[in-house]
């Protein structure tokens, strides 16, 4: 099983970009499909992307299409998010999500996945 830490959160203005890191330990992490989610104050934690194992396959929740991009490094253990074009209800603590079938990843149902990172904190201020 992997472990996973999210960096890379922080304070942007609207229409500004960042990038998310998630790094994974152990040596199976070319194993597994990854996700990012993430959870506003006072709402539930929602699926935002998804990638394959292999990093061929990807998928987007609607509301940040053609925004942000998931990828992943396999050499590196880490996947990727970047941002683009921020905006205020992007606000959120984003999390990163392990598991060896994309297809959970990609159904996005919090309760079936057991491997999660912390959490890093994105503002953006409008």
């Known amino acids: 099983q992997v472990q996973l830490v999210e960096s890379g959160g922080g304070l942007v203005q609207a229409g500004g970009s960042l990038r998310l890191s998630c790094a994974a330990s152990?040596?199976?992490?070319?194993?597994?499909?990854m996700g990012w989610f993430r959870q506003a104050p006072g709402k539930e934690r929602e699926f935002v992307a998804a990638?394959?194992?292999?990093?061929?396959?990807?998928d987007y929740a609607d509301s940040v299409k053609g925004r942000f991009t998931i990828s992943r490094d396999n050499a590196k253990n880490t996947v990727y998010l970047q941002m683009n074009t921020l905006k205020p209800e992007d606000t959120a603590v984003y999390y990163c999500?392990?598991?060896?079938?994309?297809?959970?990843?990609?159904?996005?149902?919090?309760?079936?996945?057991?491997?999660w990172g912390q959490g890093t904190l994105v503002t953006v201020s409008s």
């Open positions: 152990g040596r199976t992490f070319s194993n597994y499909a």
């Open positions: 990638i394959s194992s292999s990093g061929w396959n990807t």
């Open positions: 999500a392990a598991d060896l079938d994309y297809r959970t990843v990609v159904a996005g149902i919090v309760r079936y996945l057991d491997i």
